[in-house]
């Protein structure tokens, strides 16, 4: 039975160990190009700092190069750390965004910096920034609209493309903040799943129809190792826990060596890696759709929202592929 939901991707623009970051860069236009043609719903990149392995560091502008190279498919962020930024510049490069492509970009906001406390003061930031992210959104949302909540500043462009907000969190804060706005609401269960289904009831518990959305429009994202037997997705997933307890217990100076890394997955260090992955579909494609579709079903989900999270290229591509087969490109649409 194919997957009755909308199923969009999150790409986070993989660096792989002595890659250039241009060819990274490259991949990400064909990973969409090949999203586009396989029917997923939309394609969104995520703003981290510092991080040698992630290319997204800025959306906008990934978003512009990948617009260029595809036709439909819509393109957005996953999202903007808005406390990094003045919510007058996010209005005209995403307002910029919509004049060059109609009716394809979304703005998805988060309240958490994306990167670490000395990166964030290299921002010009500080934890501080995040205390007025309420107000942030609406003064970000008027410029976008038909009047702005600054007298005598609009977004140019910006003003009038009322590009679609959606917030993206992991707590029951940001679920209570988008229902009230009445904005759809992203859940980032790939990596913080604790709070999941506390934060569904609250989103729906506070959602308040608005000029944007009429009801409830809830993203749940997911892990997904899609390959061709069960052996090489249980590769992968290894693979994938391995690259994690190298990012999560490495310091400053010291890299982690192989025997390092095997002997925390061996520790109850390890926990802390299971949790991370508990939203996690890895098996074939049948499987995978299964684990999906149950997801789907757990949560009331109007869409999920994947990360391929393979440890080569191909592999995600393939990933990509794999889950295509078991979609309904119906929901899509």
């Not at 670490?116 to 934890?127: I, S, V, Y």
């Not at 997705?233 to 990012?247: D, E, G, T």
């Not at 989900?301 to 295509?324: F, N």
Request: hydrophobic share 45%.
């Amino acid at each position: 039975m194919p997957l009755t939901v909308p199923i969009s991707l999150l790409d986070l623009a993989a660096v792989g160990e002595d890659e250039p970051v241009a060819e990274a860069l490259r991949a990400t236009v064909t990973f969409a190009q090949r999203a586009e043609a396989l029917g997923y719903t939309r394609v969104w990149y995520a703003e981290h700092h510092n991080f040698t392995t992630i290319a997204s560091s800025a959306p906008a502008v990934l978003i512009a190069h990948v617009a260029a190279h595809t036709e439909r498919i819509r393109l957005g962020s996953g999202g903007v750390m808005l406390p990094n930024h003045a919510p007058l510049v996010i209005a005209e490069q995403f307002g910029m965004l919509a004049e060059l492509h109609p009716d394809r970009i979304d703005l998805g906001l988060g309240r958490a910096p994306g990167t670490d406390q000395m990166t964030l003061r290299a921002l010009r930031r500080g934890p501080e920034s995040a205390e007025s992210f309420p107000q942030d959104v609406l003064e970000l949302q008027a410029y976008l609209g038909d009047e702005s909540r600054v007298p005598g500043v609009n977004a140019q462009p910006g003003r009038g493309t009322h590009v679609p907000l959606y917030l993206l969190g992991s707590s029951l804060f940001g679920a209570r903040f988008a229902g009230m706005l009445g904005v759809p609401f992203a859940f980032a269960s790939h990596f913080a799943p604790t709070m999941l289904h506390e934060a569904i009831a609250t989103y729906r518990e506070s959602f308040q129809p608005s000029a944007q959305l009429d009801a409830p429009h809830l993203i749940v994202s997911a892990n997904v190792l899609a390959a061709d037997d069960d052996a090489e997705a249980a590769r992968q997933l290894a693979a994938r826990k391995r690259m994690l307890a190298r990012s999560l217990f490495s310091r400053p100076g010291r890299a982690l060596t192989e025997d390092d890394i095997e002997a925390i997955i061996a520790s109850p260090q390890a926990g802390q890696i299971e949790q991370m992955m508990h939203y996690t579909a890895a098996g074939t494609a049948d499987a995978v759709g299964a684990y999906l579709e149950d997801l789907r079903e757990q949560t009331g989900a109007d869409e999920l929202m994947t990360v391929h999270q393979a440890d080569t290229r191909d592999g995600r591509l393939r990933s990509l592929e794999l889950l295509a087969t078991v979609m309904d490109c119906r929901a899509a649409a």
